[in-house]
């Protein structure tokens, strides 16, 4: 085991990862970098490789190639000093349905070397949820709030949230999302969510990645995707249309403007597009338009691909 890993300022990192499940390619020589203390959305639609790449680095599953590091531990050769640091909760996760909801918190305390019963309460109370009551009596939100409140007890560096807030009412969502946040951010520690709430991670997440049909298209903090992936409108009543960059997508066409989106949007653009009767907005884009915008030509690529010919 590595007594002194060196993580850069990264709580993960992936070089090239790779997941194959015989000819199906899961993973797709995937370097990702989330920094420590961030919130990190990494989205993506149905079969993307979403909960493959956090079964990855909890060593539930061996890279075909490639590594990852959680805090600078190689999730493969240190899996165990990996996995004690790291909280994790999956969509739909077994539990025991025996038990009360303190008996779960209670054998997970044992399971640790230090524990947190503060902050297991702070997810639990606000919704709710009492410790005496059994898991087979809890609705699906219920057991998600419950695996969520125990999977910040041992205080993880790292939480991997895998969908686990499917099934969750908005209100409840919002509750916990805030709660967990709260706690982690307490002790500079890392998040990752993997899922398709766009507007959840728009929200809370200050970076993200947009991974689809196994390949990490896009990686950034939000704030910087957002000052790069810009919609320009051309309007042209009174003159020739502009020539669309070769670098623009999602192109529209009509008889008096134009439109088309960027992935490097500079003020410049605007200057090489005026013209004696042109006029150029400018348009801001949500997560979820940027997210379309940018794996929606792969996706349906991707259909063409697979279509039975």
């Not at 297991?120 to 109370?125: N, Q």
Request: with cysteine.
């Amino acid at each position: 085991m590595s007594k002194e890993p060196v993580s850069n300022g990264f709580a993960i990192t992936t070089h090239s990862l790779t997941r194959r499940f015989g000819r199906k390619l899961a993973l797709d020589s995937v370097s990702a970098h989330v920094p420590t203390g961030s919130i990190y959305g990494l989205m993506g639609p149905n079969g993307a490789g979403k909960t493959t790449f956090v079964r990855c680095l909890l060593n539930l599953l061996d890279p075909t190639a490639g590594s990852a590091t959680v805090l600078g531990y190689d999730v493969v050769r240190d899996s165990v000093a990996v996995r004690r640091r790291i909280g994790h909760v999956a969509a739909l996760q077994s539990l025991w349905e025996w038990m009360s909801v303190g008996d779960l918190a209670d054998f997970m305390a044992g399971c640790y070397p230090r524990w947190n019963s503060d902050a297991v309460a702070a997810v639990l109370e606000p919704v709710g949820i009492e410790w005496e009551d059994k898991i087979q009596a809890l609705s699906r939100g219920q057991r998600t709030l419950a695996c969520l409140a125990v999977a910040i007890g041992h205080e993880p560096e790292v939480l991997l949230l895998d969908e686990a807030l499917t099934g969750l009412d908005p209100i409840s969502r919002r509750e916990v999302l805030r709660n967990v946040i709260d706690v982690m951010h307490a002790g500079n520690r890392t998040v990752l969510i993997a899922g398709q709430d766009i507007a959840d991670m728009e929200r809370i997440c200050d970076q993200v990645g947009f991974l689809v049909k196994g390949k990490l298209l896009w990686e950034s903090t939000l704030e910087e995707l957002k000052a790069r992936v810009k919609r320009l409108r051309i309007e042209h009543p009174e003159a020739p249309p502009p020539e669309i960059p070769s670098d623009a997508f999602n192109v529209e066409r009509a008889a008096r403007q134009t439109e088309f989106t960027v992935r490097d949007f500079t003020p410049d653009r605007v200057t090489a597009l005026a013209a004696p009767g042109r006029r150029v907005e400018v348009m801001d884009r949500s997560l979820e338009d940027i997210f379309i915008d940018l794996a929606g030509p792969q996706l349906r690529v991707a259909a063409d691909l697979e279509a039975p010919r």
